[in-house]
């Protein structure tokens, strides 16, 4: 009977425990009560098991973990079985159980692979950790993985008392997980009624009543991100930036039309399309060219654009291999032309679709900022068309990339069911104001037209054609039309009937372009992007340039 008793009491001295175990003894800060087996603590937390493991001497870390506590834009492509990490300057993809995955698209060894573990997928913490800001260590006599924040700062506590047992639960009187001695520092996590949660630095989190510790409590928070170390580098702001577009229709054979553009310091030609679901991308460009503006000092961001096509957008967006092979590509035309930066135009996207846009330009990217190129992507002002405004995440886009370009123009569109101006200042003006809480002003390059478009409207139908500047000019001129000034637009407006048909134009001259590049200077916005080159009067680039500096 006596035996019973003691064997009673022993199952209901480990049932209280849980899945904690005693052991007895313990200096300062060493565990009295430890975890039973292996486990793992994320600041105050203990993990779930299945978010972690130790296999031959590596730590792993689920791909939930990850995604929920490091990083919410790691990935993981079910169709390839591959996780992608974009990340500062680096991209990296890992296939599960492979010994090789890529950085940058350059293969690498992997010696521990990733597995698939009761449904979990987990990652060895050597291919990737070094890329956030935490420290993982293993603390062989406990068999416990700790892993802490070095982008935070956590509040301590100083122990008062002679001895002092962080206990498992507010009460005094549960089990006691680690002793400490007077002078003793902890980190302090969370207040309660009577106690604070701590934890010693190698031990399991648990509970102190308040009067035995001392805060080091500098702000009214228990933890704080760090700010940037004073001895950092602080980045100057770049140029105003005056970028156009150099349409390129095919091959170029020769650097024939690169040409001095006063205050032009960007040029953008629309060297590269994809053009297949696979990722091939048509290269359109030519090294003399390059090299001619080179010369001249002017940085080339070759723009890469989708074919405007949905369907091709959806099967190369959608796969991991095909945005690679797309990277890849890029990288190398970069090497090839000595290009300074890449200008992501896609368009006519479904918007089911948006989350992968922003993938691919998160991928592409990490690998430019790996070799200090520029990123840039071409957005449209917010409206209800889902294929043309509703895929771009502005917010997110812009926290990615280095510069956003706002095409405001197209108001009225080619097809558009009445007449009206390609880019209205007030429309342009009231366009900007609506993005200025999705992308940072500093960021921003505002699109501008170079061209208009005639409208003919005859039985009730209304039709149009872009045009230049010189045509323009020369359809008012022909046709002795008398223009007025706008003062909504902020532009001439012309219009006259012929033959039946009713004739109008808005038409972009100096006027109208000094107008809306002023915006550049009222709100501080990173620059101007002219669509495109050949569409101006050579007066025009004159007349920016001494607008914008």
């Given at each position: 009977m006596k035996k019973l008793l003691i064997l009673i009491l022993i199952m209901a001295l480990l049932a209280a425990g849980g899945a904690l175990l005693l052991r007895s003894g313990g200096s300062s800060g060493r565990p009295i009560v430890t975890l039973e087996g292996l486990n793992a603590?994320?600041?105050?937390?203990?993990?779930?098991?299945?978010?972690?493991?130790?296999?031959?001497?590596?730590?792993?870390l689920s791909f939930d973990f990850v995604k929920e506590n490091l990083d919410n834009t790691i990935r993981f492509?079910?169709?390839?079985?591959?996780?992608?990490?974009?990340?500062?300057?680096?991209?990296?993809r890992l296939p599960l159980n492979s010994s090789t995955g890529t950085l940058n698209e350059k293969e690498f060894s992997i010696r521990d692979p990733l597995i698939e573990k009761d449904g979990k997928i987990l990652l060895p913490i050597e291919v990737?950790?070094?890329?956030?800001?935490?420290?993982?260590?293993?603390?062989?006599e406990q068999q416990l993985i700790i892993i802490d924040r070095t982008d935070t700062a956590y509040v301590e506590g100083v122990v008062l008392k002679e001895e002092l047992s962080i206990r498992r639960e507010e009460d005094e009187k549960s089990d006691a997980l680690s002793n400490l001695t007077k002078g003793d520092r902890i980190y302090v996590y969370e207040e309660y009624a009577k106690s604070y949660k701590?934890?010693?630095?190698?031990?399991?989190?648990?509970?102190?009543?308040?009067?035995?510790?001392?805060?080091?409590?500098?702000?009214?928070?228990?933890?704080?991100?760090?700010?940037?170390?004073e001895n950092e580098q602080v980045v100057s702001s770049p140029p105003t930036i005056n970028l156009t577009w150099d349409y390129?229709?095919?091959?170029?054979?020769?650097?024939?039309?690169?040409?001095?553009?006063?205050?032009?310091?960007?040029i953008a030609p629309t060297w590269f399309s994809v053009t297949d679901g696979s990722g091939t991308v048509v290269d359109k460009g030519n090294w003399e060219y390059a090299k001619k503006y080179h010369d001249m000092g002017v940085a080339i961001w070759g723009t890469i654009d989708n074919s405007f096509d949905k369907d091709i957008t959806k099967a190369f967006l959608a796969?991991?291999?095909s945005r690679g092979r797309i990277i890849a590509q890029i990288m190398d035309y970069i090497k090839l032309y000595d290009l300074q930066g890449i200008n992501i135009d896609f368009e006519n996207i479904e918007e089911d679709d948006r989350e992968n846009l922003v993938q691919f330009t998160r991928e592409l990217t990490a690998c430019l900022k790996s070799i200090d190129k520029v990123s840039s992507i071409d957005v449209t002002p917010v409206s209800d068309s889902a294929e043309w405004s509703r895929v771009y995440d502005r917010k997110t886009l812009s926290s990615i990339v280095d510069y956003v370009v706002v095409m405001a123009y197209d108001q009225h569109w080619a097809s558009s069911p009445v007449a009206g101006s390609v880019a209205q200042y007030k429309w342009v003006e009231?366009?900007?104001?609506?993005?200025?809480?999705?992308?940072?002003?500093?960021?921003?390059?505002?699109?501008?037209?170079?061209?208009?478009?005639?409208?003919?409207?005859?039985?009730?139908?209304?039709?149009?054609?872009?045009?230049?500047?010189?045509?323009?000019?020369?359809?008012?001129?022909?046709n002795g039309i008398q223009t007025f000034w706008d003062e909504d637009s902020r532009q001439h407006f012309g219009t006259i009937e012929k033959d039946g048909k009713t004739y109008k134009i808005w038409l972009e001259t100096e006027e109208s372009i000094v107008h809306k590049a002023s915006l550049v200077t009222k709100y501080g916005l990173a620059g101007v992007g002219t669509w495109r080159k050949g569409f101006e009067q050579p007066h025009i680039w004159q007349a920016l340039e001494k607008s914008l500096f």
């Amino acid at each position: 009977m006596k035996k019973l008793l003691i064997l009673i009491l022993i199952m209901a001295l480990l049932a209280a425990g849980g899945a904690l175990l005693l052991r007895s003894g313990g200096s300062s800060g060493r565990p009295i009560v430890t975890l039973e087996g292996l486990n793992a603590i994320y600041e105050d937390k203990i993990l779930d098991a299945s978010d972690f493991d130790r296999i031959d001497g590596q730590v792993y870390l689920s791909f939930d973990f990850v995604k929920e506590n490091l990083d919410n834009t790691i990935r993981f492509e079910k169709g390839e079985n591959t996780v992608i990490i974009a990340k500062g300057n680096e991209l990296k993809r890992l296939p599960l159980n492979s010994s090789t995955g890529t950085l940058n698209e350059k293969e690498f060894s992997i010696r521990d692979p990733l597995i698939e573990k009761d449904g979990k997928i987990l990652l060895p913490i050597e291919v990737f950790i070094y890329q956030y800001d935490v420290t993982v260590r293993y603390i062989e006599e406990q068999q416990l993985i700790i892993i802490d924040r070095t982008d935070t700062a956590y509040v301590e506590g100083v122990v008062l008392k002679e001895e002092l047992s962080i206990r498992r639960e507010e009460d005094e009187k549960s089990d006691a997980l680690s002793n400490l001695t007077k002078g003793d520092r902890i980190y302090v996590y969370e207040e309660y009624a009577k106690s604070y949660k701590v934890r010693a630095e190698t031990g399991v989190p648990g509970y102190v009543p308040k009067d035995a510790i001392k805060l080091d409590l500098k702000t009214d928070k228990f933890k704080h991100t760090l700010l940037p170390r004073e001895n950092e580098q602080v980045v100057s702001s770049p140029p105003t930036i005056n970028l156009t577009w150099d349409y390129t229709y095919g091959k170029l054979e020769d650097g024939s039309t690169a040409q001095h553009i006063p205050g032009v310091n960007v040029i953008a030609p629309t060297w590269f399309s994809v053009t297949d679901g696979s990722g091939t991308v048509v290269d359109k460009g030519n090294w003399e060219y390059a090299k001619k503006y080179h010369d001249m000092g002017v940085a080339i961001w070759g723009t890469i654009d989708n074919s405007f096509d949905k369907d091709i957008t959806k099967a190369f967006l959608a796969s991991s291999s095909s945005r690679g092979r797309i990277i890849a590509q890029i990288m190398d035309y970069i090497k090839l032309y000595d290009l300074q930066g890449i200008n992501i135009d896609f368009e006519n996207i479904e918007e089911d679709d948006r989350e992968n846009l922003v993938q691919f330009t998160r991928e592409l990217t990490a690998c430019l900022k790996s070799i200090d190129k520029v990123s840039s992507i071409d957005v449209t002002p917010v409206s209800d068309s889902a294929e043309w405004s509703r895929v771009y995440d502005r917010k997110t886009l812009s926290s990615i990339v280095d510069y956003v370009v706002v095409m405001a123009y197209d108001q009225h569109w080619a097809s558009s069911p009445v007449a009206g101006s390609v880019a209205q200042y007030k429309w342009v003006e009231g366009s900007i104001n609506g993005l200025f809480k999705s992308i940072p002003v500093e960021k921003m390059i505002l699109g501008i037209p170079l061209y208009t478009r005639l409208w003919i409207e005859e039985n009730g139908q209304v039709t149009s054609k872009a045009i230049g500047m010189e045509e323009a000019k020369k359809f008012i001129d022909e046709n002795g039309i008398q223009t007025f000034w706008d003062e909504d637009s902020r532009q001439h407006f012309g219009t006259i009937e012929k033959d039946g048909k009713t004739y109008k134009i808005w038409l972009e001259t100096e006027e109208s372009i000094v107008h809306k590049a002023s915006l550049v200077t009222k709100y501080g916005l990173a620059g101007v992007g002219t669509w495109r080159k050949g569409f101006e009067q050579p007066h025009i680039w004159q007349a920016l340039e001494k607008s914008l500096f």
